[in-house]
């Protein structure tokens, strides 16, 4: 069962290699002991039986490369900081920085969720030309044939007091959780013209798939060789001399 679950942790990661801000998940294992017996009437002391325990899963929260699309409305964010979302959920976090304007207008993810700036959705007019998105994610634009420029939001960069506590729903986002309430992020930085790629080294999760389909093989071949064992004995035990 756990070599099972472990299997479709890494087949995840594997098919998210190639999606934007993901992030890997890793299984977390601990030695799990039968409890011994509580009797005094036992003449020796009870064996040891010791199992594997499947305790959870962690992510792995370092950052993934950068790949540079020119397209100004992408961001990637250096540091621990989440782009704030605003989802049919509610709000949610991602490091998913391939953004887009929708028809009305309104910054959104490539899922079509709305992007939040610190006073709320980001909009842009139609005559905004020549995005520019700062370091600390201010956006400005030029509007219309005016040479100053206007300002149309800044990004909400929020972190958590524990990230690991986060919950990890569909499409790349999370949801706040046990993980604290989301604090403003004022030491991450925002490239434009970027996007943040997937930690997952395939590489690695090929590796480990490999050696898991062996290890899941190698179990069922012993298990089998027991349960044959054990049938021959009961044959054999069966079997009454006349």
Same mark, same amino acid.
């Given at each position: 069962m756990t070599l099972d679950r472990q299997f479709d942790v890494v087949?995840?990661?594997?098919?998210?290699?190639?999606? &934007?801000?993901?992030?890997?998940d890793h299984m977390l294992f601990e030695e799990y002991l039968t409890s011994g017996a509580h009797e005094?009437?036992?003449?020796g002391a009870d064996r040891r039986v010791s199992y594997v325990q499947d305790r959870g899963t962690f992510r792995d929260f370092t950052e993934g490369g950068l790949e540079q699309t020119?397209? !100004?409305l992408?961001?990637?964010i250096s540091g621990n900081a989440f782009l704030t979302v605003q989802s049919a959920g509610g709000e949610r976090y991602t490091r998913d920085g391939n953004l887009q304007i929708n028809s009305t207008g309104q910054l959104v993810t490539a899922n079509g969720d709305l992007v939040l700036g610190? &006073?709320? !959705?980001?909009?842009?007019?139609?005559?905004?030309?020549?995005?520019?998105? &700062?370091?600390?994610g201010t956006i400005t634009v030029?509007?219309?044939?005016a040479r100053t420029d206007s300002i149309r939001g800044k990004l909400r960069l929020v972190s958590f007091a524990d990230a690991q506590k986060l919950l990890k729903q569909g499409n790349n986002l999370y949801a706040a959780g046990e993980g604290g309430a989301p604090q403003q992020d004022t030491k991450s930085?925002?490239?434009q013209g970027f996007v943040e790629k997937s930690n997952v080294s395939s590489v690695v999760e090929m590796s480990r798939m490999i050696e898991l389909n062996r290890a899941y093989s190698n179990m069922a071949n012993m298990l089998s060789q027991q349960s044959d064992l054990h049938k021959s004995a009961i044959e054999k035990l069966a079997d009454v001399p006349s």
């Open positions: 087949a995840n990661n594997i098919a998210n290699v190639n999606t &934007s801000g993901y992030k890997a005094d009437n036992f003449k020119n397209n !100004p992408d961001v990637a610190n &006073s709320g !959705p980001i909009v842009f007019q139609p005559t905004d030309h020549d995005i520019a998105i &700062s370091g600390d030029q509007e219309g044939t930085t925002v490239r």
